[in-house]
């Protein structure tokens, strides 16, 4: 008994795309991932920046007691005041990973005596374990 063979040259048409859509599927999968991972990473620059920020402020309102009353994106910070002319404090202020620039804000809390007012969600304690009741934020 003689058995017939045919000879395969290649692949069929199902098996090519059976292996081109599972490919399709981990490249999707994969961009998702690096996507996510993307975002993290710029948060975290973002977080770095601003302890950057803060810290140059206080060493500014320290040596000039005052804050500055400007920063320029992309520029630097330098001492006006008579106290610290001169001195530089972040040689480049720091900008966004996507290139639209900070918005630079503050929030003030304080404790009044005779009741509060609004909103103080994200005050904390104002000293000796007291509760803040009065918030201002920069308009």
Do not use: H, W
């Amino acid at each position: 008994m003689k058995i017939y063979r045919s000879k395969k040259n290649g692949f069929t048409l199902i098996e090519l795309l059976v292996v081109i859509s599972i490919i399709g599927v981990l490249i999707s999968v994969s961009f998702v991932g690096f996507a996510q991972a993307r975002k993290a990473s710029r948060d975290s620059k973002r977080r770095a920046d601003l302890e950057q920020i803060r810290s140059a402020l206080e060493i500014y309102r320290n040596d000039c007691k005052t804050y500055p009353s400007f920063l320029a994106q992309g520029g630097t910070l330098m001492g006006a005041e008579t106290l610290c002319q001169g001195n530089v404090y972040m040689q480049q202020i720091p900008q966004d990973p996507l290139g639209s620039g900070y918005n630079y804000s503050y929030v003030l809390c304080s404790f009044l005596e005779t009741g509060g007012g609004g909103d103080v969600s994200g005050c904390g304690s104002c000293g000796s374990g007291v509760s803040c009741k009065n918030k201002v934020v920069n308009p």
